[in-house]
């Protein structure tokens, strides 16, 4: 998923992710965005955690 903050993206953040069964799996700090790889079941939680302003889903494409 792509976890965009209304403010830079605070350690804290990062810590709620992980502690939720997340991983990190990329930073843009200038964009105040992380990409994460999370359970399902995180999703609602992290929608609703201080600082949040947009949570979508992202996909990877293969072109065969």
């Known amino acids: ?3 965009r903050y209304d403010r830079p993206v605070r350690q ?5 992710i992980t502690s939720l069964g997340g991983r990190i ?3 843009y700090e ?3 965005d992380v990409a ?3 359970p399902d079941a995180s ?6 955690a201080d600082g949040v302003s947009s949570l979508e ?8």
């Open 12 to 16: 804290s953040d990062l810590d709620l």
């Open 57 to 64: 889903y992202d996909a990877t494409f293969c072109a065969g």
């Open 25 to 27: 799996t990329r930073e």
């Open 30 to 32: 200038t964009l105040n």
């Open 43 to 48: 999703i609602p939680r992290l929608r609703q």
């Open 36 to 38: 994460a790889e999370v």
């Open 1 to 3: 998923v792509s976890i």
